[in-house]
C-alpha cells in the first residue's frame, strides 16, 4: 500500500475550509485545468454522497465513483473508490485549526493507494508520486487563493444572486464554481429552453428574455460570444458581432426596464479595441489606432451596454486580454508543439502578448463585482505584458523544451488570413491601470509564475 500526504498553512478558519469544500463547485475548482477529468453528478460530501468522474481522454476515460464517509463537520471528510482504475483508494481531507490565535488552519489531504495492474502498475508507482504532487500543490495553491478573495471582498459572507452569461465557456465554467464555492447564488443565461430553476431565457437570435426572472438579482456577468477562433468567413464575421453586440444590447434593456434592477454589470470586451500600438503602452486611456475589424466588434459590444448604464446599473467592461490556460485558448493550441519540441515564436519578435492567467481573470471580474470605483473600461490583462520571443522562450523554458521553429508573419497571414492578422500579428502592451488603481492583486504578474501555475510545473 502506498500512502500521498499533503499539508498547507491557510489563512482560512478550519471552519471556512470544510464549507467551501463542501459547497457547489469545488470539485471543478480542483480539478487542474491539465487533468482529463470531468464531473459527472456529485452528490455532496455528506456519508453516503457519491461522486461520479470520467478520467482519461475521450473514448479512453473510465468511470470513477467515489463515496464519501468519516464525516467530521468541520474538521474532516473522506472518500472512497467504489468503482475505478485504482486496485485500492482512500482519500481523507482534514481540517486542523491552528494552534496560534491567528485563526488560519492546517489543510492536509492523505491518500492510501494501491496502483491497478499488479506488479506492472507498481512500476509506475514513482510516476503516480509526483503527479499526485503536482496535482496537489496546483489544488492547495487554489483552495488558498479562491478562500483569501471571498474573505477580502466578502468578509460578512454576504451571498448575492448573480446572472452569469457563456455559464459553460472557458472562462464561465469556472468563473461559476467560484462564485458557488463563494457561497453565492448562480442563474445561467441560457440561449435554449431553460431546464432548471438556476436558467433563465436569454436569447439574441429571437430576441427573447425572461426579464421577469432577473428582477431582484445582485449583479449580472455577461460572458457569452461566438468564439472568434477559425476561419472569419462572412458568416462566420456576422456571428462573432452579432452575439456580443446584438446579445448585450437585449440583454442590458432588459436589465434598465426592471423594477429592481441589479447593482452592477460586468460585461465581456477584449484588448482588441485598441488596435495595433506597436511598442506603446495601452491604458483605458488610450484611444483606438487602426483596430480593424475586432475593434469594431469591441466598440459595438462595449457601446451596446450602455441602456444598462444610462439606467443607473453601474457598468463594467472588461478588456480581456490572452487567456492562458491549458482547457482552452491559444495556450492549448501550442502546447502540443512545444511538448513535442517543434514549438517556436509566431509572428514578430517584438510584437507585445497581453496574457492574463485565466484565475486572475476570475480575480479581476470578482474585484470589478465589489469596487464601486470602477465603472467603463477596465483592462483586463497582467501587469507585465511580454514580447512574443519573450513569450516563446518562457514557455520553452517551463516545459524544458527547444523552440526554434518560428513561423514568419508572412506565413501566418497567409495562412490564416484577416483572422491571423488581427489577433496573432497585433501588438498590444496592454496594462491593467485602472485594477492596479483600485488595489487588485494579481496572482500571477509574471509570465513565468503564471505559466508555472496553469501547466503545474511550480517547485512546491
Not at 461520479?52 to 471528510?77: D, K, M, T
Not at 487567456?323 to 493550441?333: E, M
Not at 509574471?446 to 505559466?451: F, R
Amino acid at each position: 500500500m502506498h500512502t500521498f500526504t499533503a499539508s498547507s498553512s491557510l489563512g482560512a478558519s478550519a471552519d471556512a475550509l470544510f464549507t467551501w469544500h463542501s459547497r457547489p463547485g469545488a470539485f471543478e475548482r480542483l480539478t487542474p485545468p491539465w487533468a482529463p477529468v470531468r464531473l459527472q453528478s456529485f452528490e455532496g460530501i455528506e456519508a453516503g454522497d457519491r461522486a461520479v468522474l470520467r478520467i482519461g481522454p475521450g473514448p479512453l476515460a473510465v468511470r470513477w465513483v467515489a463515496e464519501h464517509y468519516g464525516v467530521e463537520p468541520g474538521r474532516q471528510f473522506c472518500d472512497r473508490q467504489v468503482q475505478g482504475p485504482f486496485s485500492h483508494w482512500e482519500h481523507t481531507h482534514r481540517f486542523t485549526p491552528a494552534d496560534d490565535d491567528t485563526g488560519g488552519a492546517t489543510l492536509t489531504d492523505r491518500i492510501e493507494y494501491e496502483p491497478p495492474g499488479g506488479a506492472l502498475g507498481r512500476q509506475a508507482a514513482p510516476w503516480l508520486e509526483a503527479e499526485l504532487r503536482r496535482q496537489f500543490a496546483y489544488r492547495h495553491r487554489i483552495t488558498r487563493r479562491d478562500l483569501s478573495l471571498h474573505q477580502q471582498y466578502n468578509p460578512d459572507d454576504r451571498s448575492l444572486t448573480i446572472a452569469v452569461s457563456g455559464a459553460s465557456g472557458l472562462v464561465g465554467s469556472s468563473l461559476v464554481p467560484f462564485l458557488t464555492t463563494g457561497g453565492h447564488t448562480v442563474k445561467r443565461l441560457t440561449r435554449s429552453g431553460p431546464t432548471g430553476a438556476d436558467e433563465i431565457l436569454w436569447d439574441p437570435r429571437t430576441d427573447r428574455v425572461e426579464a421577469d426572472k432577473l428582477e431582484g438579482i445582485d449583479a449580472v456577468i455577461h460572458l457569452a460570444g461566438e468564439n472568434v477562433f477559425g476561419p472569419w468567413t462572412p458568416a462566420k464575421k456576422q456571428r462573432i458581432y452579432s452575439s456580443r453586440a446584438d446579445g448585450t444590447r437585449l440583454l442590458a434593456e432588459a436589465l434598465a426596464g426592471l423594477d429592481d434592477p441589479p447593482e452592477v454589470l460586468v460585461s465581456s470586451s477584449a484588448v482588441g479595441y485598441y488596435g495595433d500600438h506597436g511598442a506603446d503602452r495601452i491604458t483605458e486611456e488610450s484611444a483606438p489606432r487602426d483596430a480593424g475589424f475586432l475593434g469594431e466588434v469591441c466598440e459595438a459590444w462595449e457601446a451596446a451596454a450602455e441602456p444598462a448604464a444610462a439606467a443607473g446599473i453601474r457598468t463594467v467592461q472588461m478588456r480581456t486580454g490572452i487567456v492562458l490556460t491549458p482547457a482552452g485558448g491559444a495556450l492549448r493550441l501550442m502546447l502540443p508543439a512545444f511538448w513535442l519540441g517543434l514549438g517556436g515564436r509566431v509572428g514578430g519578435r517584438h510584437q507585445y502578448f497581453p496574457w492574463i492567467t485565466l484565475d486572475d481573470v476570475i480575480g479581476g471580474i470578482y474585484h470589478a463585482l465589489w469596487t464601486d470605483a470602477l465603472e467603463g473600461p477596465v483592462n483586463l490583462t497582467a501587469p507585465r505584458p511580454v514580447t512574443m520571443q519573450a513569450y516563446t522562450d518562457t514557455l520553452a523554458d517551463v516545459l524544458h523544451r527547444p523552440a526554434f521553429l518560428n513561423v514568419p508573419s508572412s506565413i501566418v497571414r497567409t495562412v490564416g488570413g484577416e483572422m491571423a492578422d488581427e489577433m496573432l500579428l497585433t501588438s498590444a502592451r496592454a496594462v491593467p491601470q485602472r485594477l492596479q488603481d483600485t488595489g487588485y492583486d494579481f496572482g500571477a504578474s509574471a509570465l513565468e509564475d503564471g505559466l508555472r501555475h496553469v501547466l503545474g510545473r511550480t517547485a512546491d
